[in-house]
Each structure stands twice: as C-alpha cells, then as structure tokens.
C-alpha cells in the first residue's frame, strides 16, 4: 500500500499565496496521474488540478491563471502553487494519486486533506 502525505495548507490573506506538497509514502509507487481536489463546506469535492506522469496538466477553470501544479516523478511528489488566492479558494485540499488499469477502469489513493483558508 501508499499513502499520500499533504503540507503546506494554512491561512492567508486574498491576493496571497501558498504552496501545497504532497508526497507518496513510497517513491517506487508509480502513478499514472497526481494532483487536487477541494472541498468546501457544504458543497461536493471538485477537481482543481491534475498532471499526468507525462506532464500534461489540466485545470478547473475557477484556478486558471492563478495555481500551477508540477510534479517531481523521482520523488513521487505533486506541488500545487496557488497565487491570488480568493476567499472562494477557501477549502480543504486533498491529494490524489491515480492508478489507470484502463480506459475506464482507475484506481485512487487520497491524502487526509490540508486546510486553506483565504480572509477577505
């Protein structure tokens, strides 16, 4: 088994920034893709980004312009640059790291999550 270690969460004031990592207990473990999802009280987890092990990335569109993700395949590690934070950012992040058996059939491993919290 993997598990998925989340940091870099905290408080902040809108228009500032932090930085997610997020790291898999086993580097060996290969992922197909990585990346975050949030979830807000009182609404459904949402994707926010995702990059394949190739480096092809996608974005929910509320965060284009603003979050970078990146990852370091050798340390099977995901990063999530957040810049111009918004109070609607205000969330729990969590990780995922995605294993493809098929064109429809996956596999995910989630973090415990880490909270942002952006103050107007």
């Known amino acids: 088994q993997v598990q998925l270690v989340e940091s870099g969460g905290g408080l902040v004031q809108a228009g500032g920034s932090l930085r997610l990592s997020c790291a898999a207990s086993r580097s060996s473990f290969s992922f197909n893709s990585m990346g975050w999802h949030r979830q807000a009280p009182g609404k459904q987890r949402e994707l926010v980004a995702m990059i394949s092990s190739g480096g092809s990335t996608n974005y929910t569109e509320a965060v284009k312009g603003r979050f970078i993700i990146s990852r370091d395949n050798a340390k099977n590690t995901v990063y999530l640059q957040m810049n111009s934070l918004k109070p609607e950012d205000t969330a729990v992040y969590y990780c995922?790291?995605?294993?493809?058996?098929?064109?429809?059939?996956?596999?995910?491993?989630w973090g415990q999550g880490t909270q942002v919290t952006v103050s107007p």
């Open positions: 995922l790291g995605r294993v493809d058996y098929g064109p429809t059939l996956w596999e995910g491993y």
